[in-house]
């Protein structure tokens, strides 16, 4: 039996682009050597039970029998913070290991991807302050807690946008507990967490755009609306979270009435072409990240190459042309 590689493989990238594929293909061809392999999943709507045909989850027939980890292990109701799921993340990966096996991390959400690959460090919080700040936000909305964030971490504010109160609040109560800007983001020079290689897969946009907008068709054929509806009684409409998930909210739309089929679609479409642009622009700054073209013949192959240098050199470096 091979020893299995002493690094942390992670495939990154946007929406739509084949990373689940890539990650069982590889880990299909680890195991085919002797090295056992197990996914760790980093897709943030992932992690909700029941939340499938608008996630892409793969279902346990699509898994090949190979494990998977941090799959459906939050109710709809909960909320989902990046710094516990790094917590969760980083356990199942060193767990992976102590098993002898290669830890694939796989998904598009970047901060998550981020919080588990490199070195970051999470405040704390103070319930006293979030409080307030939760006050202000239900008093007088996002847009006036946007200006403040922009006044004091233009950049945190720029990443965040206007509407999203939750994140708001936190950066605010970082800057205030720190002085310091937000850290939720990708430092210039990381540090990682451990060695790390990292694969990224990427498509021309003139190809996944459409690609993209028929996936959406297909959620709404395939029934996400009925999985919408389903999630009501589930409380989803009260999870801070899972409610904001892009396809579930405009299913729920379709719902209650407010947005015909056509509407849902469309705005679903929409969301998803920009959430894959921020995904292509967050992965860019990965300066380690080895690129393959997502349609390549020889992605595995390539994919296999990189994580036997990279297990040979026993710590990240630059990937090898």
């Known amino acids: 039996m091979s020893s299995a590689p002493a690094v942390l493989i992670a495939i990154i990238g946007s929406t739509g682009t084949g990373k689940s594929e890539l990650s069982l293909d590889l880990a299909e061809r680890l195991i085919g050597r002797g090295q056992p392999a197990e996914i760790v999943n980093a897709d943030a709507m992932q992690l909700y039970r029941n939340m499938d045909i608008g996630t892409a989850k793969l279902s346990q027939s699509e898994r090949r029998g190979i494990p998977h980890h941090l799959l459906d292990v939050l109710d709809v109701t909960d909320e989902a913070t990046v710094s516990n799921y790094q917590t969760d993340a980083r356990t199942a990966i060193v767990e992976i290991v102590a098993r002898g096996a290669v830890p694939i991390l796989v998904g598009g959400s ?139 909210a405009q299913a729920l739309g379709q719902v209650h009435g407010t947005l015909s089929q056509v509407e849902a679609i469309e705005a679903t479409q929409q969301l998803t072409r920009r959430y894959a642009r921020r995904q292509v622009s967050w992965f860019k700054r990965y300066v380690h990240t080895h690129w393959m073209e997502s349609d390549a013949c020889d992605r595995v192959d390539d994919a296999l190459a990189q994580v036997d240098r990279g297990s040979a050199r026993g710590a990240l470096s630059a990937p090898t042309a």
Not at 130 to 152: D, F, I, K, N, S
Not at 186 to 214: F, H, N
């Open 110 to 248: 970047g901060l998550y991807v981020s919080a588990v690959v490199f070195d970051f460090q999470f405040p704390g919080t103070d319930p006293v302050l979030r409080a307030r700040l939760e006050a202000e936000l239900l008093a007088r909305g996002p847009g006036l807690m946007y200006t403040r964030l922009q006044a004091v971490d233009p950049q945190a504010a720029l990443r965040i946008g206007p509407s999203n109160g939750r994140r708001l609040v936190r950066a605010l109560e970082i800057v205030e507990l720190t002085g310091a800007p937000h850290l939720a983001a990708l430092p210039e020079k990381p540090v990682y967490w451990q060695p790390s290689v990292l694969l990224g897969l990427r498509t021309p946009r003139e190809q996944l755009t459409p690609r993209l907008d028929a996936r959406v068709e297909r959620m709404w054929t395939a029934g996400i609306v009925d999985e919408a509806r389903g999630l009501l009684s589930a409380g989803i409409e009260s999870g801070v979270t899972a409610s904001r998930a892009i396809g579930y």
